[in-house]
């Protein structure tokens, strides 16, 4: 049975992409959210097995996001995307909870070992 991924960035594009790259390796994409409102909300209501976490949105940002999602489910598999120079904030990512990061511009091989280094 397929994993099953939900997607959160604000870009459509970073969606798209992410989407993309997580199908072509047989994981199902269950959901999308634009932000970490919508990412907490969804996370809830669709028990995803893998979370793709941006940092920076709108409305609630990926690390608050985190703290609440790992709260509701200690074993949360949250795995950041961040651009480059967002170390300071990648920290903070896995102090909240996050389980590990990807950086953008994606790197499809990098995208998919890092979710099965978690599974």
Do not use: H, W
């Not at 893998?50 to 509701?72: L, N």
């Amino acid at each position: 049975m397929a994993k099953r991924v939900l997607v959160v960035d604000d870009a459509a594009f970073m969606r798209m992409m992410l989407k993309d790259i997580l199908t072509k390796a047989n994981y199902e994409i269950v959901g999308e959210a634009a932000n970490g409102q919508e990412a907490v909300d969804k996370y809830q209501e669709l028990k995803p097995d893998f979370v793709t976490m941006d940092i920076t949105m709108p409305v609630k940002d990926g690390i608050q996001a985190i703290k609440e999602i790992v709260k509701i489910d200690p074993s949360a598999r949250i795995i950041v995307c961040s651009a480059m120079g967002q170390q300071a904030m990648v920290i903070e990512s896995i102090q909240a909870g996050a389980k590990d990061f990807i950086v953008k511009p994606f790197q499809p091989n990098r995208v998919i070992e890092a979710l099965q280094k978690l599974e």
